[in-house]
């Protein structure tokens, strides 16, 4: 009888066994106390560095900075009617608005639910936005025969 092959299973590509062996060496170099304190050197120096910078910094004044809820009630204040929040990212990103996340849709809701000039609406079947502040526009209740205007939270 041969004797089974044995199965890897340690890192496989190149990148992972370099990651492998740098983690190893790290635990052993973290053994020692001078080691330790360099780090820790590092760090403190790499800190003050970043305040420094942070301090020298040129201030941009806030309402030269774009956000995403000044680019929304920008958006809104030009509507006539509410606004699907599909359509509304898209006209985000068209004014350069980047979102990072997975879930752009559920982030721009999660930003304007949190500030009370947004509100969500229920308008022509449709999820939009609002601002709060604005009456929702009336629809003509010849074209349909029970609103469809209402609140969602």
């Known amino acids: ?5 044995s199965v890897i299973r340690g890192p496989r590509t190149p990148t992972e066994q370099l990651a492998k062996l740098r983690d190893q060496l790290r635990q052993r170099l973290t053994r020692s106390a001078d080691y330790r ?66 879930h752009p849709e559920s982030s721009l809701s999660a930003t304007l639910s949190r500030n009370d000039q947004f509100r969500a609406v229920r308008y022509q079947g449709k999820r939009c936005w609002w601002l709060s502040r604005r009456p929702i526009p009336e629809r003509d209740p010849l074209a349909q025969g029970e609103s469809n205007i209402r609140m969602t939270h």
């Open 1 to 5: 009888m041969s004797k089974p092959s």
């Open 37 to 102: 304190a360099l780090i820790a050197i590092e760090h403190a120096i790499a800190e003050l560095q970043e305040q420094t910078a942070v301090a020298e910094a040129p201030r941009v004044p806030q309402r030269n900075k774009k956000t995403i809820t000044r680019a929304a009630a920008q958006i809104l204040s030009e509507q006539k009617e509410p606004f699907p929040l599909r359509d509304l990212l898209n006209r985000l990103r068209e004014m350069g608005i980047k979102f990072k996340g997975q």
